[in-house]
């Protein structure tokens, strides 16, 4: 049975390889433009910053893995000019402990599921990663005036590989806050404790996107 979390509430992880799924259905008429939200994961030492730039998982990471070789990361320099390598590609940290989404640019390719995923195994964290924070901001939220009051039935949800086609997951969180003035929103942390991982329900909107994001983290 899941382990429903409400903000702020926190628990121990009882497994260290797993799918972190999240997932949101942008209100009918919300906007004119196709809503792009992004998943980002920060991995932050004991200073509350991440550890460099290569510790933030984004869509747009310098990192990348090719869907059916995770194990081999693919340089920059080979995607940086080739844009459908980087839409087949997902971003990664480099111990290959997070590796990021495939990035959904307009939310249609998992209608009746996770919009976007992300596989985490803490045994490959690196040793000076204290947390990691799991964050969704709206791509070019300025330009096309759209925010999370837009968007309805907001969640994020662990669980086991192999879980996933049944729906089966080990926590979740649904989000239920009004974040109408935001354009990104902090959905949940793992961070250690007492030589455990343990999960947190955050719900921390920010006014601005990505940026501001990057701003409080780097």
Not at 88 to 106: A, F, H, K, Q
Not at 111 to 130: A, S
Not at 202 to 213: N, P, R, S, V, Y
Request: net charge negative; glycine share 8%; hydrophobic share 35%.
């Amino acid at each position: 049975m899941a382990v429903n979390l409400v903000k702020g509430q926190n628990t121990v992880l009882n497994m260290n390889v797993f799918h972190v799924g999240l997932g949101w259905d942008v209100n009918k008429g919300a906007s004119q433009y196709k809503f792009d939200l992004d998943v980002a994961a920060f991995m932050i030492g004991s200073n509350k910053k991440t550890l460099g730039d290569d510790y933030i998982v984004f869509y747009n990471s310098d990192k990348r893995v090719k869907p059916n070789d995770l194990k081999t990361i693919v340089p920059s320099s080979l995607w940086s000019n080739n844009e459908d390598l980087r839409h087949e590609s997902r971003p990664v940290d480099p111990e290959l402990s997070v590796i990021g989404s495939i990035d959904d640019e307009d939310g249609q390719t998992s209608e009746d599921g996770d919009d976007e995923t992300m596989d985490i195994d803490l045994n490959k964290v690196h040793p000076d990663v204290q947390e990691i924070v799991i964050c969704v901001s709206i791509y070019e939220w300025q330009e096309r005036k759209q925010n999370f009051g837009q968007v309805d039935r907001a969640y994020v949800r662990l669980y086991k590989p192999g879980n996933d086609a049944d729906g089966k997951e080990d926590y979740r969180y649904d989000l239920t806050e009004d974040f109408s003035a935001c354009a990104s929103v902090e959905f949940c942390r793992l961070y250690r404790y007492n030589g455990a991982w343990k999960v947190q329900a955050t719900g921390i909107a920010h006014k601005g996107g990505l940026e501001e994001l990057v701003e409080k983290y780097m």
